[in-house]
């Protein structure tokens, strides 16, 4: 097998419908030489015999990473995955997003040394959410507007999210007042830069630790682009029922720590051990 031009980690937690309709997404990608590293943090059995399935139904290759439910250890298993990958170019993504079919090429376009891109998602209601099929995903209709307000969406200038093309998106992503943060549903960048600083730090659990990776990698010197009008995913909706007001306030302290003190490195990362 040769080695993809990227690779992209999706997590996921026992939400086999949802990732189902991801994995069906990565199918219909125009951009191909790819692999899919499914970060897994302690899914049962019902999510292992589901990737066995579209392992088998796919035409690119999955490789499962898997590790015990101990909570909510979701920077644990992407620092497993993140090893894992074989490509020197990762894209980061959630197995709650469906990628259209431009989502990879858009990533393989704007890479760039020295920086990495930073995407958005298409927030969709539960009940649409419900009734995508798998049909659905692969003739794009989950991406058209006309076909979504058909089926109870409202209007809104985010729509333009999934109908700005060309100059249009680039102006779009120029104006945006929303920060070229890396955003865990949807970012990529260089498998040495993300080494470099130790990639994410396993003390921070729900609340931002995709954002305190990527204040780590400004303060390396890396720098960020904009595509959040380019780069597509609708995100499925879905509760959380593992957002607490006791983790967000312990990631806020992390990230504080990080800007202020102008870290690149975590020694709770990938390498456990202080200095580099």
Avoid at 84 to 113: T, V, W
Avoid at 249 to 261: F, G, P, S, V, W
């Amino acid at each position: 097998m040769s080695i993809p031009d990227i690779s992209v980690i999706i997590s996921t937690y026992n939400s086999e419908a949802w990732l189902e309709k991801v994995l069906w997404g990565y199918e219909a990608q125009d951009f191909k030489n790819f692999e899919v590293v499914i970060a897994d943090d302690g899914s049962g059995p019902k999510t292992k015999a589901l990737i066995e399935t579209m392992q088998q139904q796919v035409g690119y290759p999955i490789v499962h990473v898997w590790q015990e439910d101990e909570g909510f250890q979701k920077s644990r298993i992407l620092n497993k995955a993140i090893q894992a990958c074989n490509a020197d170019y990762i894209a980061m993504s959630d197995g709650d997003c469906i990628p259209r079919a431009d989502f990879l090429q858009i990533h393989i376009d704007r890479k760039e040394p020295g920086y990495f891109l930073s995407g958005g998602y298409f927030m969709l209601p539960m009940d649409i959410s419900k009734m995508i099929t798998k049909e659905d995903i692969l003739a794009g209709n989950c991406f058209d507007v006309d076909w979504l307000t058909s089926n109870g969406l409202d209007p809104s200038f985010k729509n333009n999210k999934l109908t700005a093309k060309g100059l249009k998106a680039k102006i779009l992503n120029t104006v945006t007042p929303t920060n070229a943060s890396w955003n865990g549903h949807n970012a990529s960048g260089w498998k040495t830069d993300i080494l470099a600083v130790n990639g994410f730090d396993e003390r921070m659990q729900y609340g931002g630790q995709d954002r305190e990776l990527g204040e780590r990698l400004f303060n390396y010197g890396i720098k960020s682009k904009q595509i959040r009008y380019s780069a597509v995913c609708v995100h499925l909706d879905h509760p959380r029922g593992y957002k607490t007001p006791e983790t967000l306030e312990k990631n806020k302290n992390i990230r504080k720590t990080t800007r202020n003190d102008k870290l690149s490195w975590t020694p709770y990362g990938i390498e456990k051990r202080e200095t580099r």
